[in-house]
C-alpha cells in the first residue's frame, strides 16, 4: 500500500475511532447505565455526569499506562533477572554494573555534562535574549540562534562531526576547526573527538549550541515580562545597564531562569543521539544511555541493561518533579 494512502487511512480509522468512542460510550451512560427518565432520574442524571469526565480522561490514561507506567515497572522487574531473564538474581544485576569501569567513566561524564551544559546554555541563552531585544534586526538574530532546536540531534552531530574532522596533513581540510587550527600556526590536523577530556567537551558544544536557542526564547518572553516602572527607577537613581541588567532585571526572572536550567538538565541526563552518533561512547565519552543501548542491543545483557535504564530514572525523576511544580508555582 502507498504510504500516503496508508497514512490517511490510519488517520481517518484514528479520528473515527475517537468520535465513535465519545458518542457510543456517552449513549450507553445516558441511555444504558444511567437513563434520565423514572423514579431516580435526578439521582441518574448526577451519577451520569460524575462519571462522564473519567470517560474523556481513559483513552488519555490507558495510553499513559500502556506506554509509560507498564515500561517503568516490567524494566525494574527486569533488572532483577539475568542477562537472559531466566534467573532471578536480586540486585546482583546493580552490583556488577557499579563495578564496571564504563559505568564508572559513564557517570563521571554525564556529571561533567549536568555541570556545564546547562549553565552554558542558560548563560548564552539570557545573553542573546537581552542583546537581541536590543536591536532593530533582534527577531532575526533570534530565529537564527533558534534554528539548531529544528535540527534533531543526530543531523546537528552530522554537521559537527564536519567541523571537528581531520584530513592528513598535505589534504586540503574540510573541518573548519582543523582548517582554523592549521592556519593559526598548528603543525598537524588533530583528531579533536579522539583527545581525553576535551572531547567532551567538543560534544558537549553541540548539546549547547541546540539549547541556547530554547533558553533564548523562554528568557526573552521573561524579561519582556518585567515591569518598566522598575526598570525606569533604577534608570533615575543611576543605574548602569549591567546594574540594571544583574540587579534589576535576572532578580526577578530567577524562578523562569531555574526552570530552564532544571529542563536542559533533563535533557542532559537523558543524552544519546549526540554520543552515539559521533563518538559511539570510545575515548572516554560513554554517557549513562548509550551504556544502557550497549548493554541491551549489543551485549544482550537485558538484566544490566534494565537496571542501568532503572539508573536514568532514578535521576531524572526528582529533577521532573520539581521542574513540574516549579512551572505550576509559576502559572499561578
Not at 555541570?115 to 537581541?132: D, E, K, N, R
Not at 540562534?145 to 535540527?151: G, H, L, R
Not at 540594571?244 to 532585571?249: D, H, L, P, Q, R
Not at 544519546?272 to 551504556?291: E, K, P, R, S
Amino acid at each position: 500500500m502507498h504510504p500516503a494512502l496508508l497514512a490517511v487511512i490510519t488517520i481517518a480509522i484514528g479520528v473515527g475511532g475517537c468520535i465513535g468512542y465519545f458518542y457510543l460510550s456517552n449513549l450507553f451512560l445516558d441511555k444504558v447505565l444511567f437513563p434520565a427518565k423514572g423514579p431516580n432520574i435526578g439521582q441518574n442524571i448526577n451519577r451520569a455526569n460524575a462519571i462522564r469526565p473519567w470517560l474523556f480522561l481513559f483513552p488519555a490514561m490507558f495510553a499513559l499506562g500502556l506506554y509509560l507506567a507498564y515500561p517503568v515497572f516490567e524494566t525494574l522487574r527486569l533488572s532483577f533477572f539475568n542477562r537472559s531473564l531466566g534467573q532471578y538474581v536480586g540486585f546482583d544485576n546493580y552490583a556488577r554494573m557499579f563495578g564496571e569501569p564504563k559505568f564508572l567513566e559513564a557517570l563521571r561524564n554525564n556529571f561533567l555534562w549536568l555541570l556545564i551544559v546547562p549553565a552554558a546554555s542558560t548563560a548564552f541563552g539570557l545573553m542573546a535574549a537581552q542583546l537581541t531585544d536590543r536591536i532593530k534586526w533582534g527577531n532575526l538574530a533570534k530565529s537564527l540562534v533558534f534554528m539548531p532546536m529544528a535540527i534533531s540531534f543526530v543531523g546537528a552531530s552530522v554537521i559537527w562531526k564536519l567541523v571537528y574532522d581531520a584530513k592528513p596533513l598535505g589534504q586540503e581540510q574540510i573541518g573548519i576547526l582543523n582548517a582554523i587550527y592549521l592556519g593559526l600556526g598548528g603543525s598537524e590536523p588533530q583528531q579533536w573527538l579522539t583527545i581525553p577530556l576535551w572531547n567532551n567537551m567538543f560534544l558537549m558544544i553541540v548539546l549547547i549550541w541546540i539549547q541556547t536557542g530554547f533558553a533564548m526564547v523562554i528568557l526573552s518572553a521573561a524579561l519582556r515580562g518585567i515591569p518598566e516602572e522598575t526598570i525606569e527607577a533604577a534608570i533615575i537613581d543611576g543605574a548602569n545597564p549591567f546594574q540594571i541588567f544583574f540587579k534589576i532585571k535576572v532578580p526577578q526572572i530567577a524562578g523562569t531562569i531555574v526552570v530552564v536550567w532544571t529542563t536542559i538538565t533533563l535533557v542532559v541526563l537523558k543524552i544519546f543521539d549526540i554520543v552515539f552518533a559521533m563518538t559511539n561512547g570510545q575515548w572516554n565519552t560513554q554517557v549513562l544511555a548509550n551504556y544502557m543501548y550497549d548493554k541491551l542491543f549489543r551485549a544482550g545483557d537485558w538484566g544490566v541493561g534494565s537496571a542501568s535504564a532503572i539508573v536514568i530514572m532514578v535521576l531524572v525523576l526528582p529533577i521532573l518533579v520539581w521542574n513540574v511544580r516549579s512551572a505550576r508555582k509559576e502559572m499561578r
